[in-house]
């Protein structure tokens, strides 16, 4: 899947795993990102602070977003692989 050229409004499907994410990160304030590779394998979950009891909770969430996602839209699947994400800090 292409990705649009930078300053190119996002379509549909970006736009659509854009507002999921903000949402993970909004559920989970100690989630600082996260990195999906193939078979939608998620890896590299920073969080902090760094809280043992809550490593596998947010995994959970993380794993139950990306799920929802590519169930509700299967292409989102091709989008996720190969991408990481992280918290904007302004």
Do not use: N, Q, W
Request: net charge negative.
């Amino acid at each position: 899947m292409k990705t649009p050229p930078p300053g190119s409004p996002p379509g549909r499907l970006e736009a659509d795993v854009e507002a999921r994410i903000r949402t993970l990160f909004a559920r989970c304030p100690t989630l600082h990102g996260f990195a999906v590779h193939t078979e939608l394998f998620v890896t590299d979950i920073g969080v902090y602070p760094k809280v043992d009891a809550l490593y596998d909770e947010i995994h959970d969430e993380i794993t139950h977003a990306i799920s929802a996602l590519v169930h509700d839209r299967p292409h989102a699947c091709d989008y996720l692989r190969g991408r990481t994400f992280a918290r904007a800090l302004h």
